[in-house]
């Protein structure tokens, strides 16, 4: 059985990596939300809240898909996809937000604030607030806004306000920075709904928790179809939440190899791509410790992705436990190879994935043909490509 070592009752640690590198003030804000968090997560009554609001209003549970015209073309495993695509608003953050909301109201929080970067989380947290009356603030980077301009007007239709953010690179990280920067002025009533698996503890953990009833239902699901396990789950890593949640459900079968795939962008050259497991080195970004990009003077790097959803400069800290005690492997997909996995999986199974999700497509098309057709691949499919069909369509790649 796999285990991996850390301390989340206390200092929110996976072996060296997280923690809790904030000041003081907020470090009292953040141990607040872990009491609410560590009080509710076993709560009869909340989880049957939250079982229901699964149900009945993302959709749950979301189904797996054998894709046998790809795995046909590619020969070799047979891919199945997990269909978070499928999700109400069309990924996987739904699992996060409607869980994290949840928790906000139950602690008496009037107001959500939030980052985004492709606009799912945004448009998960937006809709969520709605549905429980909370006020709602998003936090994004300029250049976000303008090439996801669909999921902005989303936001904006279920009552949140877009704040745009024009500093640095106007991406992920810098809507981060002014999201914190905001919680940190309104801590006694708003409530942070971080959207990826990382951050200062306990918001690791509390993603992770949320996010893990994708790797729990795939595993259900494809011992019933098949009745047996696959040989490989495959996710995408920006921040990590999706790959973090689908890994969940099989990081204890070690015979399952568990593979990220980070984004290559258009090169490795510096400011080109955000493979940031794979290419950086450890330092604290965030209130937290992980692998992370830096430039000469040790700051965070800029990065590059075809995705806004994956163009930030760390990794969730249980990404890089994982990768340090060669639990999980971590692969980088480049911009071409993205798009090309997003048209032919568009081609073949008439399923259009999200950029982001695209990149786990095409490690599997890589590996497939090297392996056995009684051998199964599992992508996490953790979003639809509907928001970023303007932006491939207007040549914005």
Not at 89 to 105: D, P
Not at 163 to 192: I, R
Not at 255 to 260: A, W
Request: net charge negative; with cysteine.
């Amino acid at each position: 059985m796999f285990i991996p070592t850390h301390n989340t009752k206390t200092t929110g640690f996976f072996g060296s990596y997280g923690g809790q590198f904030v000041p003081e003030n907020c470090k009292r804000s953040l141990n607040h939300i872990f009491e609410g968090f560590e009080r509710f997560k076993d709560d009869p009554d909340f989880l049957s809240e939250l079982h229901d609001l699964h149900r009945h209003y993302t959709g749950r549970p979301s189904p797996i898909f054998h894709c046998k015209n790809l795995s046909k073309y590619l020969g070799g495993a047979q891919i199945y996809i997990k269909r978070e695509d499928l999700n109400h608003l069309g990924s996987h953050k739904i699992n996060n937000t409607l869980g994290q909301i949840l928790l906000a109201k139950r602690m008496g929080k009037s107001r959500t604030i939030a980052e985004t970067g492709a606009g799912q989380h945004g448009v998960a947290t937006a809709a969520t607030s709605a549905l429980m009356g909370l006020e709602c603030s998003i936090f994004m980077g300029s250049k976000d806004i303008e090439r996801q301009k669909l999921n902005v007007f989303r936001m904006e239709m279920m009552g949140a306000n877009v704040v745009p953010v024009d500093q640095g690179q106007c991406t992920l990280k810098e809507a981060v920075d002014a999201a914190l920067s905001e919680w940190l002025k309104n801590m006694e009533n708003s409530f942070y709904v971080l959207g990826s698996a990382v951050g200062p503890h306990p918001y690791p953990t509390i993603v992770r928790y949320f996010q893990k009833i994708i790797g729990e239902e795939a595993r259900a699901q494809l011992m019933e179809e098949t009745g047996q396990l696959p040989a490989v789950a495959i996710a995408c890593v920006g921040g990590g939440s999706n790959a973090i949640g689908l890994f969940a459900g099989f990081v204890d079968d070690i015979e399952v190899q568990l593979m990220g795939v980070e984004p290559g962008g258009k090169s490795l050259a510096y400011g080109q791509h955000a493979a940031s497991i794979t290419l950086g080195e450890p330092g604290v970004l965030h209130g937290f410790n992980s692998y992370m990009l830096k430039n000469e003077l040790g700051e965070a790097a800029e990065v590059h992705s075809i995705s806004a959803g994956l163009d930030y400069p760390s990794v969730g800290p249980e990404h890089a436990l994982l990768k340090d005690i060669g639990r999980a492997q971590y692969f980088i997909a480049n911009d071409q190879e993205a798009l090309s996995a997003f048209y032919l999986l568009s081609k073949t199974e008439g399923i259009i994935p999200a950029l982001e999700s695209a990149h786990a497509v095409a490690h599997a098309i890589r590996i497939a043909p090297t392996m056995t057709k009684d051998q199964i691949i599992l992508v996490n499919l953790s979003g639809r490509g509907d928001k970023d069909v303007q932006q491939i369509s207007n040549g914005e790649v």
